[in-house]
């Protein structure tokens, strides 16, 4: 893998992944949540071996996360996990390799077009009740196909386990990662037709032309697991902080300093029998806290270039005067509960309540702002404090009943809250308003089937959203309000078959239905002499934009046993509306098509990986404003080749 994106894109039915230069800006949807992130990952949690990489108040990032030493990915889809804290859209959980794990070490290189290159090497050794795991990975690629579109990152993580007797195991990690991102901006409907032309996007419609996220960031975590009779005890405990530098839309965020989270979980695993019936109990709590000591900071961009007034262009990133300074303390603390029975023996009924508390407490000094409308800097409005608190509810009743031994048959009523983030939270009282959580009401029901080779995963759903959280410009602000309703209906389906020639076929098919149950949108229309007037509109019964109706995805992969090993795998989806007005469609593309082909002997490996075979130009993401005026094109990736050797010890 290059990055996430690689492992689970087409593989989770409901489930949406993009990224516009193979690096850790993906874009992340599941059931339509996540789908008003400008940047990072939103109403989903994000696991990395037990660890929340997102704040207490949602915001997630990927590059926390190296994909050179993953082990395993699990995905749950919709409110109800019980590890979710805050997150209603779904949960993506990425576990890397035990310390005690020796039988993958390994040096990988690879070298590819666009300027890309990558290193991995993974040396774990087992003491006898002690092991020792070094990684180190570095990636790199130009995309000169796309104007100021460079990725690199260097990982370097230390990983020990401690196995005291049979009952109790420690393992413990720290790593450090250095990465730097450049943010292209988006297409104007002409630039878009262009790179349908060339092949190549290097204009941007946007002003600002020198975005990035540069981030030095490290990892603690350590976990220890412990059995007494019939009880597993799970604490753990984590740290990490970062520093960033993070020029986007009017200001240059500079983190003078680290920003710091810090943890503490508790969790007890017990196997019983309550009223005769065999069942298993999962208890535990939660508190962490994501602050900084004033040391967020906002800057002016120094070099922009000038029209009437308005900045039309960045010439660079170089700071300017400082437009604010914050400091925030933002905790979370939790407590969770799940019982599981077996009243009759084929037939497991799981109750669960998760409840956590989520505060900001944020205070703000604003010298200078970005005005939107004028389109120039202006006076700031000075102190701004926040401290508001938001209390989260998270009941799920299940019932699986075991059909045969090889198919299940399941159904679930699962409720969750979804915080705001911080930036939605300031926004929202600094123009005179306040928001609320939102609730999701999911039902699900479903098949799940698993036998020696063969497997398949069906899947219906609704979720009534209540208080949804939407953005929308107004006098050229993005602006956050709470929208009334929300309806989610949906099928997915996931199969798979293994020939014993050692070929193996698999599809997933999700269809989606996301509408609008009630929804006013405020409407700014310009007027004679330059006047601007608001108006709401009723979108009620529309489509929510920007996520498609139908998504598809085919694979096959081929296993010889002289080491010979190939993959082709497919994907599409359907068209989907491009604002909330529902007046125009865009977004489709299909049969974008992936190759790998490698060969194994005995230590060696050598792989070849085509992404976008047939060199397709669709664009991965289309929006247009509330007003209609401006439509943006995020293209994607071209033709990508990659090829690996590797050395196995």
């Known amino acids: ?185 988006s297409l104007s409907s002409e630039q878009y037709a262009r790179y349908r032309d060339t092949g190549k996007a290097l204009e941007t419609q946007d002003p600002w032309k020198n975005s990035a996220r540069n981030s030095s960031i490290l990892f603690i975590n350590s976990r220890l697991e412990h059995r007494a009779g019939a009880w597993l005890f799970k604490p753990r405990i984590y740290y990490n902080q970062w520093q960033q530098f ?62 009437g007034g308005r900045i039309v262009s960045t010439l660079s990133d170089r700071k300017g005067k400082l437009n604010s300074r914050s400091s925030f303390t933002n905790d979370l603390w939790g407590v969770y509960f799940l019982e599981s029975l077996s009243p009759v023996d084929r037939l497991t009924v799981d109750l669960q309540m998760r409840f956590d508390q989520v505060s900001f407490d944020i205070e703000r000094n604003e010298f200078q702002r970005y005005d939107f409308a004028a389109g120039r800097y202006a006076p700031g409005r000075g102190l701004l404090q926040v401290k508001q608190n938001y209390d989260l509810f998270a009941p799920k009743a299940a019932v699986t009943y075991r059909a045969t031994d090889q198919i299940n048959v399941y159904a679930t009523v699962a409720h969750a809250n979804q915080v705001p983030d911080s930036g939605e939270v300031q926004n929202a009282i600094e123009f005179g308003r306040s928001l609320k959580s939102s609730g999701h009401l999911n039902y699900e029901a479903g098949f799940k089937g698993r036998g020696r080779n063969w497997s398949f995963d069906l899947t219906g759903y609704h979720t009534d959203v209540s208080n949804e959280i939407i953005s929308f410009v107004q006098n050229f602000q993005t602006l956050y309000v709470n929208a009334g309703k929300t309806n989610k209906n949906g099928f997915e389906f996931f199969g798979n078959y293994a020939f014993d020639s050692g070929v193996e076929v698999g599809a997933s098919y999700t269809y989606t239905d996301l509408k609008f149950g009630k929804l006013t949108e405020p409407l700014t229309i310009i007027g004679p002499g330059n006047q601007r007037t ?42 989907y509306f491009i604002d909330n007005a529902n007046t125009e469609q865009r977004g489709g593309y299909h049969f974008l098509t992936n190759l790998t082909v490698g060969y194994d002997r005995k230590h060696w490996g050598v792989m070849f990986n085509v992404q976008n075979l047939f060199d397709k130009r669709y664009a991965v993401d289309v929006s247009k404003d509330a007003a209609g005026s401006r439509t943006s094109f995020t293209p994607g990736m071209p033709r990508t080749l990659m090829g690996y050797v590797s050395y196995k010890f």
């Open 1 to 185: 893998m290059f990055n996430i994106k690689d492992a689970i894109q087409g593989q989770v039915p409901g489930l949406r992944i993009e990224s516009n230069n193979n690096a850790y800006d993906a874009k992340i949807s599941i059931r339509g949540a996540g789908l008003k992130a400008a940047f990072g990952v939103r109403e989903i949690n994000l696991l990395r071996d037990g660890v929340p990489i997102l704040d207490p108040d949602s915001f997630g990032r990927l590059d926390f996360v190296y994909p050179d030493d993953v082990e395993r990915i699990e995905v749950t889809r919709g409110p109800g996990d019980l590890y979710s804290a805050g997150t209603a859209g779904g949960t993506i959980h990425i576990i890397s390799r035990s310390a005690f794990d020796d039988r993958h070490n390994v040096i990988r290189g690879g070298v590819g077009n666009l300027g890309s290159h990558s290193m991995h090497t993974r040396f774990g050794k087992v003491f006898g009740e002690h092991a020792l795991a070094f990684t180190f990975s570095r990636r790199h690629t130009d995309n000169d196909w796309r104007r100021h579109n460079r990725f690199s990152s260097t990982n370097a993580g230390l990983k020990h386990g401690w196995q005291l007797g049979e009952s109790t195991l420690l393992e413990s990690e720290v790593t450090y990662s250095d990465v730097k991102l450049d943010l292209p901006g």
């Open 246 to 307: 993070h020029p986007v839309t009017g200001s240059i965020n500079d983190m003078n300093g680290w920003e710091r989270n810090f943890g503490i979980d508790l969790e007890g695993n017990h196997t019983h029998s309550l009223f005769g019936m065999p069942g298993s109990m999962v208890v535990g709590g939660t508190w962490r806290r994501n602050w900084n000591d004033n040391n967020a900071l906002q800057f002016a961009y120094a070099d922009v270039v000038t029209a």
């Open 534 to 575: 608001t108006i709401n509109v009723d979108r009620s019964g529309n489509q929510v934009p920007r996520f498609p109706e139908h998504m598809y995805f085919v694979y096959t992969t081929y296993r010889h046993p002289s080491g010979w090993h190939g993959r082709v795998e497919t994907r599409g989806q359907s068209n």
